[in-house]
């Protein structure tokens, strides 16, 4: 096996949330439900929605973000990769959006489509680039205007979701012992049918009758996903520690998706993490879909609560199925 000359570090970070708050109480008043249910059953207090804009729009502020606090020079990034499944369009990709808007002048880059699995994918795609020696800063963003494709006359699914973005920014390390460690990463169509937007694409074009028949909003069937990523997130998690020698002390914190708390509590048990150990941040956002992750690093960093040389296990499961763990140190 070849040995690598460089490992992956995160070495800057950024997230943006729109200011707009849509709480429990909103949808108590506006179907039937309650504020009680959903924070039982899901953890989610409020959630964040953009008005006005798109996925573009929280990307970019996302990235700049992460510009401003590490004094990052745009022209540097060589690689943007935007894992979403609300872009702005089909195509031209979202990652060619926002690299005019940033000034990247010098990147190339693509979207990429996991749904909640989308920053893990990205992350370790993003990483075999550096790894490879072949680029320098590669720039990896989970993005979604979930509200985009919501229906918000059905309660199983619009309680769940909000809007956001957050960014990464990977580099070379010559420690090894550092950046990403380790992954296991899966698809599966068997899911297909589980979690899905069915209408607008080659299978389902848009037409009045996809329109009628809602094709065109995510529809998902809970206790399906609910019963597989509960397995799902908490085996592949629980594998990763084996594999690698891991023992719960030697974990700083699990880093969930963050889709239902019931879901994130299962993995941290299946691990034997204390609560304060894993991750959350579910009741301000609900879940991000492709920003979850990133959400979480970015605001735990920020208040100071991972620090350098810390040991951290990523996971997540969604749609398709997609779903897996990595394992990282933690660089700044
Ligand atoms: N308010 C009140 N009742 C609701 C509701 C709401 N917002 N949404 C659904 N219900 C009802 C359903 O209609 C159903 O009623 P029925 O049994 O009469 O048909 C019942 O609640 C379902 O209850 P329960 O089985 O206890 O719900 P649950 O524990 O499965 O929770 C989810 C529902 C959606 C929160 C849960 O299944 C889930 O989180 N699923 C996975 C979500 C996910 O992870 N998605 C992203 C990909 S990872």
Redesign the pocket.
């Known amino acids: 096996m070849k040995t690598k000359k460089y490992s992956a570090v995160i070495t800057a970070v950024g997230m943006y949330v729109p200011d707009k708050v849509l709480d429990n109480a909103y ?1 108590e008043s506006t ?4 504020e009680e ?2 924070t039982t ?2 953890g989610i207090k409020e959630r964040r929605i953009l008005e006005n804009g798109a996925t573009s729009d929280l990307a970019t502020k996302a990235t700049e973000d992460l510009l401003q606090q590490h004094n990052v020079n745009p022209e540097e990034i060589d690689v943007i990769i935007i894992a979403t499944v609300t872009p702005d369009m089909l195509f031209p990709a979202t990652a060619c959006l926002v690299q005019e808007r940033i000034g990247a002048n010098n990147a190339w880059g693509f979207d990429l489509s996991a ?2 699995s989308g920053f893990l994918f990205a992350y370790q795609t993003g990483c075999a680039f550096i790894e490879s020696g072949q680029y320098k800063k590669v720039l990896v963003i989970g993005a979604d205007k979930m509200s985009s494709i919501l229906d918000y006359s059905d ?3 619009c ?2 979701f909000g809007d956001g973005a957050a960014a990464v920014l990977l580099e070379q390390s010559e420690d090894l012992n550092l950046g990403l460690q380790n992954s296991t990463l899966r698809i599966d169509g068997v899911g297909k049918d589980k ?1 899905l937007m069915s209408g607008g694409g080659s299978l389902n074009p848009p037409t009045h009758e996809t329109v009628d028949k809602k094709m065109h909003y995510l529809y ?1 069937d ?2 399906a ?2 019963k597989v ?1 509960v397995i799902g997130m908490a085996d592949v998690s629980y594998e990763l520690m084996q594999k690698n020698n891991l023992t719960s002390d030697d974990i700083a914190f699990l880093v969930p ?1 963050q ?2 708390k ?2 994130i509590d299962a993995t941290g048990k299946r691990m034997g993490l204390d609560s304060d150990k894993v991750m959350m941040n579910i009741d301000k956002y609900g ?1 991000t879909t492709a920003a979850t992750i990133p959400l979480c690093l970015v605001e735990y960093y920020r208040d100071g609560r991972i620090k350098k040389g810390d040991k951290l296990i990523l996971s ?4 398709g199925y997609t779903w897996g763990s990595s394992y990282l140190v933690w660089a700044i």
Not at 316 to 319: D, E, L, R
């Open positions: 949808f179907m039937d439900t309650t249910w959903i059953r899901t749904a909640c309660r199983n699914s309680i769940l979690l998902q809970g206790k996903v609910f990523a998706h889709a239902n019931r879901i879940n997540a499961f969604g749609a």
